[in-house]
């Protein structure tokens, strides 16, 4: 636990001592804020919820979390500091274990940064708490899965274009799973909707916690980090 701690550390200060961090959660703030607050307004005081930010934020994650994960391992190869960092008493799990904690922790963040929009609903009425409460539940869920896509795209290259562009290609192809078949039915249309991120994160942000959602997001977690990890290991030899 002290070398995941370690790592952790170590990523969050590199995170808040980069302009690039800065940039991006700033871009997604006015992105979505932006369009939260445009088409709450211009539609004349609609019914108080949080729907259109739960709505647009997981196409904006599939940008998001690659771009805050694709030097985590990428930067590292290029400028020869992982192999210094395997030396370190610390095991190739730990590093990725520890390197993807940071990157979930500057997404709870950025998302709090946007509580401000459903207290400021608050005060206008009744807000639901209900599906608040799920929304910010599966941004967590999402956002932690796509950073793992982004960890595991960034331990295959030096470059960190070609990661942040095919971690959102990957992010963003989970995302469009359950509209490639939208149209259909029978057993192809519902594997495809199983494999969608966005269909698990809108049955949480309705307020419906469901196991088989949870079991997703931490199976793509899991898969992804151990591809990662595998990664470093074939360093080793």
């Known amino acids: 636990m002290g070398a995941v ?3 952790l550390k170590r990523e969050l200060a590199n995170y808040f001592h980069s302009l690039t961090a800065y940039i991006v959660v700033i871009l997604f703030l006015l992105i979505t804020g932006g369009m939260f607050w445009l088409e709450f307004f211009q539609g004349g005081f609609p019914e108080l919820s949080m729907r259109r930010l739960f709505g647009d934020a997981p196409l904006f994650l599939a940008f998001f979390a690659p771009a805050i994960t694709m030097g985590l391992l990428a930067e590292e190869k290029r400028s020869g500091t992982l192999e210094l960092l395997m030396t370190m008493p610390v095991s190739d799990t730990q590093i990725v274990v520890g390197k993807f904690l940071a990157a979930v922790v500057l997404l709870l963040v950025t998302f709090a ?3 401000p929009y459903a207290l ?9 708490w209900g599906p608040v409460i799920g929304g ?8 932690s899965a796509y950073a793992a896509v982004g960890i595991m795209v960034s331990s295959w290259t030096k470059d960190q274009i070609v990661s942040v ?14 509209r490639l078949f939208a149209n ?17 994160f809108q ?7 469901e196991v088989g959602d949870i ?4 199976s793509v977690i899991v898969i992804c980090l151990t591809a990662a990890r595998a990664t470093l290991a074939a360093r080793r030899w």
């Open 5 to 7: 701690l370690f790592i």
């Open 113 to 115: 940064f946007t509580t």
């Open 120 to 128: 400021s609903l608050s005060t206008m009425g009744n807000l639901d």
């Open 136 to 143: 910010y539940a599966g941004l967590t869920l999402l956002g």
């Open 165 to 178: 562009l095919l971690g959102f290609f990957l992010c963003f192809l989970l995302f469009l799973f359950d």
């Open 184 to 200: 259909s039915s029978g057993a192809l249309a519902t594997t495809f909707e199983y494999l969608s991120s966005n269909f698990h």
């Open 203 to 209: 049955n949480i942000a309705r307020g419906v916690l």
């Open 215 to 218: 079991v997703y997001y931490l």
